[in-house]
């Protein structure tokens, strides 16, 4: 039996940005099921990675595929089976939560009754009840985060990228966080950004270390704490010159 | 489906801030002012005129130019109120997340366009109600109070075209704001010196809002004029939806 295509697939994607090379050759793929920690110190092109599979940006060269299909033809459908949530999070604040979910629903084209439905789905899932009414401009960072998660989440995506989702949380709010990401990921892929091994190593099964823009490391995590974080400090401590 | 949606995000968080309510509070204050100054001249200026007939009507002497004062405030309100329409969604990347959401670069532009406009235009029905309180008193010229109107309301378009545009082209919101005043005025002083020498306008005073406008404010609707207003508006529109259509290539 044919192995089905990958959830994610990049290949050989490049992209300068302000005349400087971001990202290099980069490949990896990723199955449905998965949770992929993008792993890589400040600046080794995680963002820029995210916000291309997320279709908000344009590779200079190479393909971002999803289900087999090139994520640049035919992009709406596309963009309608990924969730983003960049590293600070976009929120109308203006908006109450519950008016900025609807916004989102609209925008995903749900009609009335499925948007209604997947509102409450959402703020249920999020526990993000309490402050339904509260204007966005009026949260806390973390619910700020899990606001932007269930904006993300409205129209249900196959595959969830998650810029940073870890930045700025206490330590409750990172258990529920990964308390959550562990709900979501046997029903789609998930694809998210950290420098922090730990938090990789907390949620994910699939490790990519980016550096210099490069790919460096691409493997299933396999508990070996003390094996990947050698291999981490090895990789972020090598210069420019090095990685290239 | 996406133009409206971001319309109505877009005129939800106007209607919310305090920012549109003060220009709006503002706006019409000044336009009442400027009303009973109109009008009490208007007054003054009765038993000196020689007849009915030859001399200016309300409509002429109050609601031409308090029409026209509603565009000279236009000229600095519609950058103000356009300014944050894509620089300040840019920057807090609200443009990245309409993106990711599926809507295209024209559904962001021509969104943004229809809610600032609809804020103007509401101010502008609430301008042109004032004169209308005295049209059982003063019967007006409705013809030209009509054209006026019309040629106002196309005025507006413009300008918050262009403010879209500017918006669309600077990173900055005071920037986008600059650039639109400078735009604005510029389209309004152009033909300043053609003017005051009495000299023909040329393709200088083509371009100018002045020549656009004073057939309208004296009752006549021409095409041309209808066709510059509407050019103003596709090419600033035009040149938005290049730039918002580019950010997934610019990054």
């Not at chain 1, 035919?74 to 983003?84: E, P, S, V």
């Not at chain 1, 939560?97 to 439905?117: H, I, Q, T």
Request: hydrophobic content about 50%.
């Amino acid at each position: 039996m044919a192995k089905p295509p990958a959830l994610l697939q990049l290949d050989h994607v490049s992209r300068r940005l302000s005349g400087r090379e971001v990202l290099r050759d980069v490949s990896f793929s990723l199955q449905r099921e998965d949770v992929l920690g993008l792993l890589g110190v400040n600046g080794a092109g995680k963002s820029t990675t995210l916000a291309i599979v997320a279709g908000v940006l344009q590779p200079d060269a190479g393909t971002v595929r999803i289900d087999d299909r090139v994520s640049n033809e035919g992009l709406c459908t596309i963009r309608a089976r990924i969730g983003w949530v960049p590293e600070s999070v976009p929120l109308w604040p203006e908006l109450t939560v519950s008016e900025s979910l609807d916004a989102c629903g609209r925008l995903r084209g749900l009609s009335k009754p499925l948007r209604r439905m997947a509102c409450e789905r959402e703020l249920a899932r999020l526990e993000l009840q309490a402050v339904a009414h509260r204007l966005c401009g009026q949260l806390s960072l973390g619910q700020k985060r899990r606001v932007g998660l269930a904006q993300a989440l409205l129209h249900e995506p196959d595959l969830l990228v998650l810029d940073e989702p870890g930045n700025g949380l206490d330590p409750v709010q990172t258990a529920q966080l990964r308390e959550l990401i562990g709900k979501l990921s046997p029903r789609r892929g998930i694809i998210l950004s950290s420098h922090e091994l730990a938090e990789v190593e907390a949620m994910c099964n699939r490790v990519v270390i980016l550096h210099e823009g490069r790919v460096r490391h691409d493997a299933k995590l396999d508990g070996e704490h003390g094996k990947l974080d050698a291999q981490f400090r090895a990789i972020a401590a090598q210069p420019a010159s090095a990685a290239a | 489906m996406s133009t409206f949606t971001i319309a109505r995000i877009d005129l939800k968080r106007l209607a919310v801030r305090p920012f549109a309510w003060t220009l709006a509070g503002i706006v019409l204050a000044m336009m009442a002012w400027q009303f009973l100054l109109g009008v009490s001249a208007f007054m003054h200026a009765q038993p000196t005129v020689p007849g009915p007939a030859s001399g200016p009507g309300f409509t002429d002497a109050v609601v031409a130019p308090y029409l026209l004062n509603y565009i000279q405030l236009c000229l600095v309100i519609a950058p103000l109120v356009t300014m944050q329409a894509l620089a300040g969604d840019r920057s807090a990347q609200r443009l990245a997340l309409l993106s990711a959401s599926g809507a295209s670069g024209a559904h962001i532009v021509f969104g943004k366009f229809i809610a600032r406009l609809a804020f103007l235009w509401l101010l502008l029905v609430v301008v042109a109600t004032v004169p209308l309180v005295l049209g059982g008193a003063t019967h007006p010229d409705w013809g030209q109070f009509g054209a006026a109107l019309i040629a106002t309301a196309l005025c507006v378009a413009a300008l918050t075209a262009i403010g879209i545009a500017c918006s669309a082209f600077t990173p900055e919101p005071a920037l986008a704001a600059t650039a639109a005043l400078l735009i604005g005025e510029a389209l309004s002083l152009i033909d300043a010196g053609l003017r005051i020498t009495g000299g023909e306008g040329g393709w200088l005073g083509y371009l100018a809002l002045h020549t656009h406008l004073a057939p309208a404010m004296r009752g006549l609707v021409r095409s041309e004029d209808i066709v510059y207003f509407l050019l103003i508006v596709a090419l600033a529109l035009a040149l938005a939806i290049h730039r918002a259509a580019a950010e997934r290539e610019r990054g």
